[in-house]
């Protein structure tokens, strides 16, 4: 079951007015009101997703994902062969349909030198040089930094550098400097976009969770704040991977709501907040039987089973720290087209679906081989694009373009954000 929309909207609302004073930014705009929806295009699906799949009639955006940074100052395509095709293509193809395209640089596996390169005035003005030569190159309209993540180094992948008391405060030189650039390449052919991958939480500081963005929201265009992966088959007990909200004692403390509360607070406008929707879900091997349980079970920890048929083996070429192996991902389109979900809200046999009124989720269950899958389906990202709505977001963000089902479920639900149909 999914709240009813004029409750999710109440639910919204009584959230914020129980942490913070109302704000001019909270009111929900008319028709499209300028609501964007950005899709992330990893740029490895080539063939097997082509950039004619994507609607652009939903989308507003398209971040072109991952330019990467794991050495030097410079950041590279791991396949440029492939991008001097595919760029202009996905570039041309957006443009005919007044939707922007956004370089991301960085991504997961793909942060490993921000922090000395952030460090340093000289390394900084070589990569930014790199970011308008691509903007000048391509026809792109701006620059999404996806630095996973500023002086966190429980956050991120194994290989990255990291500095615990500066990263913050340089990654905040970098971007404004990278402003300026952009301004400068703007007077060629309008304003170039600035924008930021973040988590759930503020950035990391010596002091804890940075208590004032104020100025990141100054030289931002906004954010993208990164609502999933919160559980997963790294933790003992399972969870939902993008919870609307979070159940406190049962599993990670943070959520949809939490998310955008946090980044409210510390000074950036709900118009330049954009959470993410996860068009995925992630699986693991659960150690009892959950048919008559709730989504919080033990579970096999740091070894995911094998997801969808997309889900291959892979060992990060970057950093033999992390471990390789299986992601345990299954794409929503898949869950529908191989055998798990016969319809948007109905599990096929022998998978059982549950719904969980707290983080407003599915999830399921395969008591035959004690599989957990935590994913969104049409009834959670609706609860999550009414929230969106009634707060007056400035939109949203989805990873990623190629997961959903081939009739677009999930992105009709996003798409009700600018359509003006959020609340039912």
Not at 5 to 22: H, I, K, M
Not at 306 to 329: E, H, L, R, T, V
Request: charged share 20%; net charge negative.
């Amino acid at each position: 079951m999914r709240l009813l929309p004029f409750v999710t909207c109440f639910l919204a609302l009584t959230a914020t007015w129980s942490n913070a004073a109302p704000s001019s930014n909270s009111t929900t705009d008319t028709a499209d009101g300028g609501k964007v929806i950005v899709g992330y295009f990893p740029n490895w699906l080539y063939a097997k997703w082509p950039v004619s799949n994507i609607d652009f009639s939903k989308y507003t955006h398209i971040n072109y994902a991952f330019a990467i940074l794991v050495k030097g100052n410079t950041p590279e395509w791991t396949d440029p062969q492939q991008v001097e095709t595919q760029l202009p293509e996905l570039v041309k193809a957006a443009h005919a349909e007044n939707a922007k395209v956004l370089i991301s640089v960085g991504g997961w596996s793909g942060s490993i030198n921000f922090s000395p390169m952030a460090a340093d005035a000289s390394s900084r003005k070589t990569f930014i040089k790199w970011c308008t030569d691509q903007i000048d190159k391509y026809d792109i309209d701006g620059i999404d930094i996806d630095w996973e993540y500023p002086a966190s180094p429980e956050q991120q992948a194994g290989c990255n550098v990291v500095n615990e008391a500066e990263d913050t405060k340089n990654f905040l030189t970098l971007l404004k400097e990278l402003r300026a650039a952009l301004d400068g390449t703007s007077k060629k052919g309008g304003k170039k976009e600035l924008t930021a991958a973040v988590y759930v939480r503020t950035f990391n500081t010596p002091s804890g969770n940075m208590k004032d963005v104020s100025e990141f929201a100054s030289v931002l265009d906004r954010v993208n704040i990164m609502t999933y992966d919160i559980n997963g088959a790294w933790n003992s007990t399972s969870g939902p991977n993008a919870p609307f909200n979070f159940e406190p004692g049962l599993g990670d403390a943070d959520s949809f709501v939490s998310a955008i509360e946090n980044w409210k607070k510390a000074g950036m406008p709900y118009k330049k907040i954009c959470p993410g929707l996860a068009f995925y879900g992630r699986s693991a091997t659960a150690t009892v039987d959950m048919t008559h349980t709730n989504q919080y079970q033990a579970q096999v920890q740091g070894k995911p089973p094998k997801g969808d048929s997309n889900d291959a083996y892979w060992d990060d070429p970057y950093c033999s720290k992390d471990p390789g192996g299986n992601s345990g991902i299954w794409r929503y389109g898949n869950l529908r087209s191989q055998g798990v979900l016969s319809s948007p809200t109905k599990a096929a046999s022998p998978w059982i679906r549950r719904w969980d009124n707290v983080t407003q989720t599915p999830w399921l269950f395969n008591p035959k081989d004690k599989t957990f899958i935590s994913y969104d389906d049409p009834e959670s990202i609706a609860v999550k694009v009414n929230y969106a709505a009634c707060k007056g977001l400035g939109g949203l963000m989805v990873w990623s373009v190629d997961e959903d089902s081939k009739n677009g479920e999930l992105l009709n639900e996003v798409y009700k954000i600018r359509s003006g149909n959020a609340y039912g």
